[in-house]
């Protein structure tokens, strides 16, 4: 049984989880579906009631039904790199290949379906809360006067993309930033803007879900706030942790039970094998829910903790435990520097009040 | 409970459904998400545990708590008629929208996530057979010698596009075309091609459901053929009933058992509301399924066969019966001509052989 990987040329993260399958004797076929047709190969035929499908990479072929799992990773636009490369190309190849993937009984880290429904942020905000995970009170409107209204009940604010980074256009990348106290909301009734309360953070939290394998790391904020003293924003002012040159470095820190059940609760509503949330701990210790990213990078973390999350989507493709591994539900990694005492206290495990 | 329908301004399928629920008093709010911003807003916010969502339209507000159901009939791309209209623009446009949608009790006809997954027309003839339905042998192939192969053990061949018509992209439409017996396979390399074994069909049909109530109607062939008379098909042989000058007019016909029987499973499955099934009748009376348009036509088969379908989707949006009509899972509508004999004859409900 063979795991199925589509993704790029150029992907370190990939190649991590390569590493352990082949390390252990597991069939890859690794293809970018950019080079269907023309490097990549599909067939499927219906015929007495059967379907068998076949997929070809550089003269290999590898039979659909003979597929354990698929790891939906980087794929390139399906026959963006064809000589003849067109929409209607896309579309067909894109048919051919996803349609024919469909009807198999692979295991999906993430399915389509459930990879296009997890990107919608106004559902994640929804389904966190659902899930009993603390959420900032959160607006999105494209009404100037109940943006008004919102940040007069809440002064302090953060405005960021109502859709996040769009896989693979690195230029639709926006930072999360604060916002005035002054600020001029007319340009809300232009586009649907997102504000949330922001939460003062002692900690950016990155909890990566694997099946129900979890790896929380860790990063203390750059620029510590003191409690009880109220700052005024710059214009500028990026809260994001990808864009803070001072935060971190990331260590392994233990899951809070509550924060475990509820993520797997969000894992199994949303049906996704693979999830990267995004927390704000504050100084009370509370994580609060900011986005959970499907195809999230995990190779930073797992560089700076050491946690073996590469190995565990191996495992995870594979089916199996792949070596002297044991899987637990929260795990803070077999390597890496111990969190401070504070990571592991059992107090954090605390009941969330309302924003 | 107010009806949300998503479409454009030109729309008379949506206006026949409109009529049917102002008639009854059913509250309904019709928006065009290319109108978003700017003719269209939306608010939603996430605070104290709860999820309040808000559309306006021309100065009307509606709470998404109170949508009863959605219908997304033909929905413009979100921000398409904005001032600064940009695929960033689109994007959080319509991440705004279908997020906070998502977040509803309401019904959908069709759920975004079940409509994507039903364009898959591999996945359809796989699910198609394995809900009972009769599929004609078909090859979907980017291998010119498996291609060759499939055309030596079945010689009358059609050739139709993988993906069939984007919705709403009337430029990807292609007929069905019958494929000369020397065609020659070698630019089957060049993107994926679908060759399916030609129905010799006396009359097409579609079966349109909604919800489970099953509307059928029969169109005979334009150019019937004489069984054992084998005939050379031109290159340019048109099979497509879309493209037939000569093909009806549609009359209702019963639906055999059997038949109903699979697409109400077919349905189930794909958890679609709506669909539009297009079968080829052979002389057997065997129906062939073709394929399954979750967002096909009605109105040409409501005004050519008498068959209430624009009523039946206003009482599956209302969620209840508009008037003295009774649901009954297989009917032939309640006006325009009565089928042929044959149309009903109970022997059509025939175990199909296999192709």
Chains 1, 2 share one sequence.
Not at 70 to 93: C, D, F, K, N, Y
Not at 140 to 148: H, K, L
Not at 174 to 187: A, C, F, K, Q
Not at 235 to 249: L, Q, S
Request: with cysteine.
């Amino acid at each position: 049984m063979t795991v199925l990987i589509l993704t790029s040329d150029q992907d370190v993260t990939a190649d991590m989880a390569v590493v352990e399958l082949n390390a252990r004797g597991i069939p890859v076929l690794r293809l970018d579906p950019a080079e269907l047709p023309g490097g990549v190969d599909v067939s499927g035929e219906y015929a007495h009631g059967v379907f068998q499908g076949h997929l070809s990479v550089g003269g290999r072929v590898v039979s659909m039904g003979g597929l354990r799992s698929i790891w939906v990773r980087r794929p390139g636009v399906p026959a963006a790199r064809a000589r003849a490369a067109s929409a209607w190309l896309t579309e067909e190849a894109s048919q051919a290949l996803y349609g024919m993937l469909r009807c198999t009984d692979a295991r999906w880290m993430n399915h389509p379906d459930a990879a296009r429904q997890a990107r919608h942020k106004p559902w994640q905000l929804w389904l966190a809360r659902e899930c009993g995970l603390p959420v900032p009170a959160t607006l999105i409107t494209t009404f100037p006067r109940v943006a008004r209204a919102f940040a007069e009940r809440y002064p302090d604010l953060v405005v960021k993309p109502v859709s996040g980074a769009h896989p693979g256009d690195g230029a639709l990348a926006v930072p999360t930033t604060r916002v005035r106290p002054d600020e001029d909301y007319r340009d809300v009734a232009h586009g649907p803007t997102l504000l949330q309360r922001r939460v003062r953070k002692v900690a950016d939290i990155r909890l990566t879900c694997v099946g129900d394998r979890l790896f929380a790391a860790r990063a203390a904020s750059g620029t510590p706030e003191v409690p009880g003293i109220p700052d005024i924003p710059d214009a500028a002012d990026v809260v994001d942790v990808r864009f803070d040159p001072d935060a971190g470095p990331w260590r392994p820190v233990s899951v809070p039970r509550r924060v475990a059940d509820a993520v797997h609760a969000y894992l199994t509503r949303s049906q996704l094998a693979y999830g990267a949330f995004d927390f704000a701990e504050d100084a009370d210790g509370i994580w609060w829910f900011l986005e959970c990213n499907q195809s999230g990078q995990f190779g930073f973390v797992e560089i700076e903790t050491g946690q073996p999350i590469g190995r565990a989507v191996a495992e995870w493709l594979a089916g199996e435990p792949l070596g002297p591994h044991t899987p637990r539900v929260t795990e803070t990694g077999s390597a890496g520097p111990a969190g401070s005492p504070r990571d592991t206290d059992p107090t954090r495990d605390t009941d969330p009040t309302h924003p």
